[in-house]
């Protein structure tokens, strides 16, 4: 799937894979209400490959709304795990405070 | 839900290349359309609070009549409400509340259909009792959880001649309409109509949409040219669907008027239909805010709301404020994720069954694990954030819960400082672990203030550094209540795309 980049905020989804060999979904950028809806078709071609298991590498991610959020924990509640890697600080606390660490869950 | 309205709006934006007479008069009818559809989470949603009501207390007869009176007194959108069982083989009302219930004088066959039918929608039965004398349309809610074993049913009145009262002189005159249940215009499926000479012929244009599990079918006629603002027909549908569904969409239409004089200053055209599109957004939102916050003496209460000015959809930001007792006041603040009017529907959905759930005396962290059923991300894509705090005033004591909320701040005579609330998941998210309670006292003078995350959200920010700014600014506002959320408003809420709500809460000295 080619990146794609949207109009009104910045962001890439790209799947890629990691140096285990796992294919691992980049987003980097800024996720709101404009392009949640391309995460989560991002999201569900990534499922396709791997219905249980998805690893996003979210180390460009800079920030994400309540929209964005909403796309992973919906996709979390359909899988068995879902893992952000690398996260930066501010997605971290992000995560805490809205209380979902139990859902999402972080690797360094 | 949300598509109808979205549709309209896509619509605007082309409008100013190659209008004409009906393009215009097919856009009317599609704002009209949507703004009917959009009326509906207003009959929902007390349903749907009193359904979730009569599943937690097995069918309290007592409870639901003590929370379904209000929805029959004068201003109020039904003539009858009544809670039933599910599944008796001699259907009777467990309670009854107004008039008697039409549906009840049918045959047992007829109850047990509607009531199951409402079982099978996760929308709003629509019940068609126009064939009686007294025409009515009835709406009935089942709990959507597993098994319910309730439904909450409600009646509206319709005019038995359903001829809608036009106003001579004002800028609604130009317009016949037709409003049917269904998908197409069946005379005996009339609900209101500005003429008796039906259907509508001409140049005209008809617009179906869904209503709860029903459809409402629009068919509108200009008398004249159409060339006045695009929107001036709409506060009359309104007010004639108001009369009709009663809808209680009095707040709706006055707001309406005011945003289309303030649109009718502005010279270009194009601003002035998104500024007006974006008023019917702002409006319905409102429409679903406490219109005013209540009297409690020994208190000081005051709040906010700004929505987000870029976009033209309506957000999930509510507050509520309720009096318990004399004593007791429990503050809500929350935000569904999104926007839309399935987030907006999801809003006046939990603000009016965490209302329900308070007045039955429940503690917040019981108020929240109820709550639980009524959104769920994996199904509609929206989870809920609520702060919920039970103040006790002489105690000086607030107990709080959080369901993924951003922390309140509070400031008495020891300080400015951001309460450390256990968040527990977000309403809406699947997860083992209870809500814990956290009760703190406070000192003298304290003022509390609980807000959604468009006050300190910015890109690229920790949510502490957002925070601190919050708390700094209480910090250093040494005057009224009311000052210091518009301090908040002015200089701390800079993100022009997101909702805002603030509520205010200050013990008097």
């Known amino acids: 799937m080619a990146a794609v980049d949207d109009d009104a905020t910045s962001a890439r989804f790209e799947p890629c894979r990691d140096d285990a060999g796992e294919c691992v979904l980049h987003v980097a950028g800024e996720v709101d209400l404009s392009n949640a809806p391309q995460l989560r078709r991002a999201i569900e071609s990534m499922r396709v490959a791997n219905p249980a298991r998805l690893v996003l590498d979210v180390r460009e991610l800079t920030f994400m709304d309540s929209s964005g959020l909403a796309v992973l924990l919906q996709a979390a509640a359909k899988l068995d795990a879902l893992v952000l890697r690398h996260a930066q600080s501010s997605i971290i606390r992000l995560i805490e405070t809205t209380g979902v660490t139990s859902v999402l869950s972080v690797e360094p | 839900m949300g598509a109808a309205a979205v549709g309209g709006l896509t619509w605007v934006t082309a409008w100013s290349h190659g209008r004409n007479e009906q393009r215009l008069l097919d856009q009317r009818v599609r704002e009209a359309a949507a703004v009917l559809v959009t009326s509906l989470p207003r009959v929902q949603t007390p349903l749907a609070a009193g359904a979730e009501l009569a599943e937690a207390t097995n069918g309290d007869a007592t409870a639901f009549r003590r929370f379904a009176t209000p929805l029959v007194q004068q201003g109020a959108p039904f003539v009858s409400v009544s809670l039933w069982q599910l599944n008796a083989t001699d259907p009777r009302p467990l309670a009854t509340i107004g008039q008697p219930s039409m549906l009840a004088a049918r045959s047992a066959d007829t109850i047990r259909a509607v009531l199951n039918r409402s079982t099978v929608t996760t929308s709003l039965g629509i019940v068609d009792l126009l ?15 597993a098994a319910p074993s309730f439904v909450a049913y409600a009646e509206a009145a319709l005019p038995p001649d359903r001829t809608g009262v036009v106003q001579q002189g004002s800028t609604f005159a130009g317009l016949d309409y037709a409003l049917y249940l269904g998908p197409d215009e069946t005379s005996s499926e009339l609900l209101i109509a500005s003429i008796r000479d039906l259907p509508i012929t001409g140049r005209r244009s008809v617009q179906s949409v869904d209503f709860g599990d029903s459809k409402l079918t629009l068919a509108m006629r200009p008398r004249e040219e159409l060339g006045g603002p695009v929107l001036d027909a709409l506060p009359w549908i309104i007010a004639a669907v108001g009369t009709v569904l009663t809808l209680a969409a009095t707040l709706v239409t006055e707001r309406l008027a005011v945003g289309r004089r303030h649109a009718r200053r502005l010279a270009n055209e194009n601003q002035k ?55 007791r006041v429990m503050v809500v603040v929350g935000d569904v994720s999104g926007r839309g009017l399935e987030a907006s529907a999801a809003m006046a959905a939990l603000r009016f069954a965490s209302r329900g759930f308070a007045l039955e005396g429940h503690e917040p962290a019981a108020i ?32 709080f819960a959080n369901a993924g909320h951003p922390r309140p701040v509070l400031r008495d005579d020891r300080g400015t400082r951001i309460i450390e609330t256990v968040a527990g998941a977000p309403v809406g998210v699947a997860s083992a672990k209870p809500y814990a309670s956290f009760t703190c006292d406070v000192g003298n003078g304290a003022t509390l203030v609980a807000f959604t995350d468009g006050l300190f959200e910015r890109r690229g920010e920790m949510v502490d550094v957002g925070m601190e700014r919050v708390r700094a600014a209480i910090a250093t506002e040494n005057r009224s209540l009311d000052e210091v959320l518009s301090k908040l408003m002015r200089d701390v809420a800079t993100r022009a795309d997101d909702d805002t709500a603030i509520v205010g809460i200050r013990w008097q000295q």
């Open chain 2, 131 to 145: 064939d009686a004398d007294q025409p009515r349309l009835g709406y009935a809610f089942a709990s959507n959880q």
């Open chain 2, 273 to 327: 239909l998104f500024e007006s599109q974006r008023d019917i957004a702002q409006s319905l939102q409102r429409s679903l805010l406490p219109s005013r916050l209540p009297d409690i003496p020994g208190l000081e209460i005051a709040a906010r709301y700004e929505p987000g000015v870029e976009g033209v959809e309506v957000g999930g930001d509510w507050y509520e404020v309720i009096a318990l007792t004399e004593d």
């Open chain 2, 368 to 399: 929240l694990a109820r709550l639980r059923n009524l959104v769920d991300v994996e199904r509609d894509g929206h989870f809920a954030t609520i702060l919920i705090a039970l103040i006790s005033i002489s105690e000086r004591k607030i107990t």
